[in-house]
């Protein structure tokens, strides 16, 4: 399995580096970005599409990141709670076995399960 998963990685690298290759003229082009500031006047920056892309990419990537933080807090919390809740339950459960016994008294005694031989028939 470990070797598919290598293989599976070189055809995705090799994949995507192929893509990069046939799109380099376009990725190394410059893009004239501009805003107009009512105030300052007009603002211009260039800066080269691959950077853009991969600029955007990792806009997202934090976003996503953060977006799901907030969801792993919530469910620590919940955990904890959950743990804190199995913990209580589990003492109780210890206490009622524990005056369960006293009530019972001593269990009698068993004897000790003995071995099974077989008989011969002669």
Partial sequence: MKKIRIA??????????????????YLSTPANLQMNLWIAGPYSIGIINAQLILGAFFAGLLIAYFYGLSFRFKNNKMIKELNATLTSQMETITALKSEQSQYQGPSPQQDPPQSEVPVENT
Avoid: S
């Fill in 8 to 25: 599976f990685l070189l055809v995705a690298l090799g994949f995507f580096g192929l893509v990069i290759y046939q799109n380099i003229g």
